[in-house]
């Protein structure tokens, strides 16, 4: 389907999780100007992350500290704008 929507399908929790970022927003006062937003496709559960900078880096703290740590590893991972980064989340 070239060009248009695509509706995905997970059939369980934390089979399929969607990011991405959220952003820029104006700067807080503790220097915020980004959502991380982490969705478990299945549950619609959203976990959202204030975060400073929206980078590769940052993007696999929130992940693998903090989601990960949480609701545990999903068996596969959806984003737009960050597929490189989970090539190698895989492998770890």
Not at 48 to 62: D, G, M, Q, S, V
Not at 76 to 91: A, G, M
């Amino acid at each position: 389907m070239e060009g248009g929507y695509q509706f995905l399908k997970s059939s369980k929790p934390n089979e399929l999780v969607s990011v991405d970022f959220f952003g820029p927003l104006p700067r807080s006062i503790g220097g915020v100007q980004y959502i991380f937003v982490v969705q478990d496709v299945f549950s619609k559960l959203i976990t959202l992350y204030p975060i400073k900078r929206a980078t590769t880096k940052i993007c696999l703290i929130k992940l693998t500290q903090n989601y990960f740590d949480k609701v545990g590893k999903p068996e596969r991972i959806l984003s737009d704008h960050v597929t490189k980064v989970f090539r190698n989340l895989q492998d770890q």
